[in-house]
């Protein structure tokens, strides 16, 4: 967060008791006595004034030097004020008045660039000399406006040497003063920047204090004031800013992200182009995105505003807070060794210039215990972690919220250090203090229980262990139902209730309950696209078609402002044209509006069907009694510290709780990291990850089972399972080779009925696909060398290459299905009005055969999309169908093929596999998708659908024919075509 020191000065961070204002007292003693600072010796006022031309002089310096940008240019505002106080120490003796205040000027440049205990000592030195004139000279009341100045500038240093109440006290009386300058409070106030400046920092003190809703009220206040002013002061951008960090620091992530991306759009239009400030905003936009779990995005946002504090302010406080920032999403995006080096320096040097116990100081160890953990250090991380705690609970009170989330982290880096005893002990302490503040309810203490169930499970009491994860979940699924309510957005909140599930599970995976396991499971692996699907199912199964409308159009609501928001945190962080994001700030407001109106038409008109997800959600038994005698069931659910699998069949069940979660992770992402180049796969990653997936006690609950249906969530919804190996290198036993594999989006999906396996009497087929775009300027490819349907290089749709296996491919899909109707448009009819034109309920089969984008492939593209033939005009399209239109789509159950890359990628917030494309085409109503998770190869691409879809028509088994595809290129003749990289991509959805 940022401070604001009155005409200019600012710096920033969080949660108490509301504080009365008190006014000022009108006599310089009181005035001395509030500010607790011992009345000095009169300062000697000399006989002789300047004379007119001097004091003129003297005026025009300061006037120039106060014009200056400080933010922009710290040394330069120094030196000028330099020049300044040279010259008045040529009209006034040492102690006059005046030059204490022009020396004042001086403590900003020092905070500026870091000297923050200098600026302390010296407005502490500089005070008592104004103090003194306002006793001399009552009649002058510019001495008590200066005062009122430097008191400010005194808040702000207090702050960020954590000396909260000093600050606090201090703040209240600088406002009262100001408010009673103004006229009084409200909107009858005169707006000033000192005024703003005055709310702004005690809405800081505030949040130090853990008073975060009269924290985010004050500094709406300071905003109001500078809406009034005109233009804008360059200075109130920390306070737009401070808005921001402080719903961030409230948990209300996703009004963090629309304010921090509208402040963006704000501070753009009157900064100028890479100010200082914008890094303030970008600083705090990074942390609610990798909350938000983008972390691609906030990463790049992190680089931007650091780039930006060091150009203006070098290695200031504010530039190592924003280098910890960085650290703190490299942490989060798995780089931890350069995590731990930048977050090592920043604390190094703060501890340095702030002393070890300042709050920025314990922050950035905070940061650099988690890189530490990350990175396979615990008890390195547990000694730093412990360290901050101590100093925390020496100096915070019991209600602080960076002192209760402190011994959260203290109690995870005990668990990974092997202490689970003192994990539980912590735990119950920070769970305590939550109580004791009366915030024993907040999402983060309904989570903590949830932790607390598993540190108790693993220090040896399970049934302890188990009773409190069954509390948890009930409490959870309480807060989930709220969550709802207002849309089911993917959240940050959204994300912290499903980490409390995850606890919940681990503990309950640790008791050997495998019924709560598999409950408790559902909403852990369960993403955006399982959401979707869920949803969708609900609306395909209501009997009376009015309400199932009903229920769609509350489902499009709730799923347009998702994706509006998706596409806003994307566009913050890109510099996207103020216009763009006003026009997307409309849609949002209308996208609200329609929401609330399709959910109150749904309770009114059919209350059944607006029940949340936990009462949706399948029991063991219900789940055992839809799976075939061929079939078996295997969830995989990385919890916040082990991975849970689960396996079930008709007549057994089992559930193993083992391994490490991180270290999952970083095994999926070495693997996919080859898998999306060829002869690039690493087969140790693979034959890990197959080992712990794939424990004994899981292994010979499946058997043998031909069909084995997967749920998979977290990184593992990214992962082909296909790919999962045994034996060596040079001759690796596949998956795929033992079971046909079924992605199932959400175990909801276990209802839909299997589709016999005859030969299917289909009623339509659809297929659009190699585009023609005109290339004026095509991409050279290698010789030998197939195009990947992806953009590559490209910039813009003509860029795109041609695919000339696509047209081949769909007339091929469509001989092969022999369905009633069958209508191929490729090249120049490839459009977006010809799909739209087509009454799609009588399709069943929808293939697409081109390319496949993921948001910010192409210049301008801020969501997935797919590649058709651009056809201008009114009703033609641009040739991208992109995901919210794909949304808009009516299917009725068709199989869709997207013969085309990142089909199966993550978009948006959940940042989860299928959450792009792929979740587009479950909500228009897909029944069973074939789509690839990352670029592929134009032939190979043709090969792979064809070769499914005509064993399809055969009447083999949806998941069955594509596995016969993969292998017969697996365990080919060509060479070439056996790398995993090429047959492996692509996945069945479905049932």
């Given amino acids: 967060m940022a401070y604001g020191w009155g005409t200019r000065h600012q710096a920033t961070r969080t949660p108490a008791r509301p504080l009365m204002l008190r006014r000022w ?243 753009e239009s009157f900064l100028p182009a890479r100010h200082p400030f914008l890094a303030v905003n970008l600083n705090t936009l990074a942390r609610v995105l990798a909350d938000l779990g983008r972390l691609e995005e906030a990463e790049s946002v992190a680089r931007k505003g650091l780039d930006m504090a060091y150009a203006s302010f070098g290695e200031s406080q504010q530039t190592l807070s924003y280098l910890a920032t960085l650290a703190h999403v490299l942490t989060l995006n798995g780089k931890a060794e350069e995590a731990e080096v930048l977050a090592r320096a920043a604390g190094e040097k703060m501890a340095r210039d702030l002393g070890p116990e300042a709050d920025r100081s ?24 412990a360290a901050v705690s101590a100093i925390r609970s020496a100096r915070y009170p019991a209600h602080h919220r960076e002192r209760i989330d402190g011994e959260d982290r203290l109690a995870l880096a005990a668990l990974e250090a092997g202490d689970a005893a003192r994990a539980r002990a912590v735990q119950q302490g920070a769970q305590g203090l939550r109580q004791g503040s009366g915030a024993g309810d907040d999402g983060a203490a309904v989570v903590g229980e949830a932790r607390l169930a598993l540190f108790e499970a693993l220090a040896g009491d399970l049934p302890g262990g188990l009773a ?229 006690a899981i292994t010979k609950v499946i058997g043998g089972r031909e069909r084995l249906l997967i749920s998979a969530g977290g990184v593992f919804s990214s992962l082909p399972f296909a790919v999962l190996a045994e034996g060596t290198a040079q001759r690796p036993g596949w998956l795929i080779e033992d079971h046909a594999l079924v992605t199932l989006p959400s175990l909801a999906t276990l209802r839909q009925a299997r589709r016999p396996d005859t030969a299917p009497r289909l009623r339509g087929y659809l297929a659009l696909g190699a585009p023609l775009l005109e290339s004026v300027r095509p991409v050279q490819l290698a010789a030998n060398s197939a195009p990947f349907r992806s953009a590559e290089n490209a910039q813009r749709l003509a860029d795109l290459p041609p695919l000339p296996a696509a047209a081949g491919e769909l007339q091929a899909l469509g001989k092969a299905l022999g369905a009633r109707t069958s209508r191929v448009l490729t090249g120049a009819e490839a459009t977006e009005a010809a799909l739209l034109a087509t009454d799609l309920a009588e399709i069943d089969v929808l293939a697409l055969s081109t390319h496949g984008l993921v948001a910010g492939e192409l210049d301008g593209l801020d969501a997935p999309a797919l590649v058709l033939t651009p056809s201008p005009g009114a009703d033609g399209g641009d040739g991208l169908l992109t995901m919210e239109e794909i949304m808009d789509l009516r299917l009725a159950g068709a199989w869709v093929v997207l013969s085309a890359c990142n089909t199966a990628a993550g978009s948006g917030a959940d940042g989860s596999g299928l959450a792009g494309l792929a979740r587009a085409f479950l909500h228009a109503g897909a029944g069973n998708l074939l789509v690839s998770h990352w670029a592929v190869r134009d032939d190979v691409a043709a090969r792979l659908s064809t070769a499914t879809l005509a064993r399809y028509a055969e009447g083999r088994d949806p998941a069955q024919a594509l596995r016969s595809a993969m292998l017969a290129m697996a365990s080919g003749r060509a060479a070439e075509l056996r790398d995993p990289a090429l047959w492996a991509p692509f996945v069945f959805v479905g049932r």
């Fill in 25 to 267: 007292g009108v006599s310089a003693a009181a005035l001395m006595l509030a500010l607790g600072t011992p009345a000095p010796l009169l300062a000697q006022v000399p006989q002789a004034e300047p004379t007119a031309a001097q004091r003129a002089k003297l005026d025009a310096m300061f006037a120039a030097a106060d014009a200056l940008d400080e933010g922009a240019d710290p040394a330069a505002y120094r030196r000028a004020f330099e020049e300044v106080l040279a010259f008045g120490r040529t009209l006034y003796p040492a102690d006059h008045p005046e030059l204490a205040w022009i020396e004042s000027e001086q403590a900003t440049a020092d905070y500026l660039q870091g000297d923050i205990k200098g600026a302390e000592a010296r407005l502490a030195r500089l005070a008592p000399v104004l103090d003194a004139a306002i006793i001399a000279r009552p009649d002058e009341p510019q001495w008590r406006e200066r005062r009122m100045l430097m008191a400010n500038a005194q808040v702000v240093i207090y702050l960020t040497l954590s000396e909260f109440a000093r600050a606090t006290v201090l703040a209240e009386q600088v406002l009262a003063w100001r408010l009673d300058q103004a006229g009084g409070p409200g909107g009858s106030a005169k707006p000033s920047t000192e005024l703003s400046a005055a709310w702004s920092n005690l809405a800081n003190a505030q949040i130090r204090n853990g008073e975060t809703e009269r924290a985010i009220a004050s500094v709406r206040e300071a905003i109001a004031i500078n809406r009034r002013l005109d233009p804008i002061p360059v200075n109130a951008a920390p306070h737009f800013a401070n808005l921001t960090t402080f719903l961030y620091a409230a948990g209300r992530l996703e009004e963090a992200a629309e304010e921090g991306r509208r402040n963006q759009a704000l501070l």
């Fill in 362 to 385: 314990l922050l950035a160890r905070d940061t650099l215990a988690q890189a530490l953990l990350e990175g396979g250090k615990s008890a390195d991380a547990l000694a730093e972690l």
């Fill in 468 to 696: 409190r994860a069954q509390a948890a979940a009930s409490r959870l699924d309480k807060r989930l139902r709220e969550l709802e309510a207002g849309g089911a957005r993917r959240s940050g909140l959204d994300r912290q209730l499903r980490g409390g599930f995850g606890w919940a599970l681990e503990a309950s995976a640790l008791a050997g309950d495998v019924a709560q396991s598999f409950v408790l499971a559902q909403p852990v692996v369960e993403g955006a696209a399982g959401i979707t699907a869920r949803a969708a199912a609900r609306r395909m199964a209501a009997l009376d078609p009015a309400k199932a409308a009903l229920l769609r159009e509350r489902q499009d609501a709730a799923l347009a402002l998702q994706t509006l928001l998706d596409r806003q945190l994307r566009l913050a962080g890109l510099g996207a044209a103020p216009e763009r994001l006003t026009a997307l700030e409309a849609e949002r407001a209308a996208a609200a509006q329609r929401f609330e109106a399709a959910a109150a038409q749904l309770a009114e008109a059919a209350p059944e069907l607006a029940t949340g997800e936990a009462n949706q959600r399948l029991t063991l038994a219900a789940a055992q009694a839809m799976l075939g005698p061929d079939e078996a069931l295997l969830m995989v659910a990385p919890g916040p510290q082990g991975l849970v699998i689960i396996a079930a069949t008709a007549s057994d069940a089992a559930v193993v709780r083992h391994g490490s979660s991180r270290r999952a992770a970083a095994l999926v992402r070495a693997l996919r990291k080859g898998l999306e180049q060829p002869g690039g796969f690493d087969h140790a990653a693979s034959t890990e990850l197959r080992a712990m997936v794939l424990p004994d």
